[in-house]
Nanobody
Framework: QVQLVESGGGLVQPGESLRLSCVASGFTFRLYSMRWYRQAPGKEREWVASIDNLGGTTNYADSVKGRFTISRDNAKTTVTLQMNSLKPEDTAVYYC?????WGQGTQVTVSS
C-alpha cells in the first residue's frame, strides 16, 4: 500500500535551517508530482511547495518563496524540503502528499 513517511522536524531558533524528508513507497514515485503542506495550530492546512515528477518544475507559496527549496530523488523515492531562514510563523506540522495520500506529519517549531 501507499506509504509516505516524513522526518527531519524539530525545534530551532529563528534564522536557522531544517531539512525535511519524505520517503514514499507503494506507487511508481517517478511518475507523480509531490507536494508539501503545513498546518499551524488553530489554522487550516496550507500548501507550501510542489515539484513535478521529474523535478524540473517547482512552485512555492509566497510565504516561503526564496527561503524553502523542494527537491526529489526518484532513485530513492524521496522528496525533500530544505527550509532556511526559518521564522516563528513557520511553526507547524509539515506533511508530504502524493497521489492523494498523506504522511503522518513532522513537527517544526521555530522559537527563541
Amino acid at each position: 500500500q501507499v506509504q509516505l513517511v516524513e522526518s527531519g522536524g524539530g525545534l530551532v531558533q529563528p534564522g536557522e535551517s531544517l531539512r525535511l524528508s519524505c520517503v514514499a513507497s507503494g506507487f511508481t514515485f517517478r511518475l507523480y508530482s509531490m507536494r508539501w503542506y503545513r498546518q499551524a495550530p488553530g489554522k487550516e492546512r496550507e500548501w507550501v511547495a510542489s515539484i513535478d515528477n521529474l523535478g524540473g518544475t517547482t512552485n512555492y507559496a509566497d510565504s516561503v518563496k526564496g527561503r524553502f527549496t523542494i527537491s526529489r530523488d526518484n532513485a530513492k523515492t524521496t522528496v525533500t524540503l530544505q527550509m532556511n531562514s526559518l521564522k516563528p510563523e513557520d511553526t507547524a506540522v509539515y506533511y508530504c502528499e502524493g497521489l492523494g495520500y498523506w504522511g503522518q506529519g513532522t513537527q517544526v517549531t521555530v522559537s527563541s
